[in-house]
Structure formats: C-alpha cells, structure tokens
C-alpha cells in the first residue's frame, strides 16, 4: 500500500462522520494484523523465541503465540 493510500486511510479514521471513519478504521486494522503477520513469520524464521516477539509487540507470550502459531508461524 502506498504511503498516499496510508494518509487517507489514516485521515478518514479521523473524519467527523461515523460510516467514513469506522469503515478506514476496519481497514486499519486488517492492513495492520496483515503487516503484523508478516513480522511475526519473519522473526520466527530468522529464530526470535514467542517471548522475543510478544516483548517487541507489547502483548504475553501466550498472546502472541495463540495469535500467531495457529497460522503457520509455530
């Protein structure tokens, strides 16, 4: 996603009416665990340990590790 589609995502989130902002901020939130998942795969590949991650996310191991191990990053 580009930087522009990041901006207007992010400036819709703040817009006054409630459709246009919960709709951006629904979209944030999928752009972000999508992000998210993508880090997490690549920590575990290059070997960081749950506790590395969830330390790095600011969430418990076991938080991070149900999240994440379910979709293939065990």
Do not use: C, F, N
Request: net charge positive.
């Amino acid at each position: 996603m580009s930087r522009e589609s990041l901006t207007a995502l992010a400036a819709a989130a703040g817009a006054p009416d409630p459709e246009t902002g919960l709709a951006a901020v629904a979209a944030l939130r999928r752009l972000l665990d999508e992000v998210e998942t993508a880090h997490v795969a690549s920590a575990r590949a290059a070997g960081w340990s749950w506790e590395a991650i969830a330390a790095a996310l600011g969430v418990r191991r076991q938080t991070a590790h149900r999240k994440h191990a379910s979709r293939g990053h065990s």
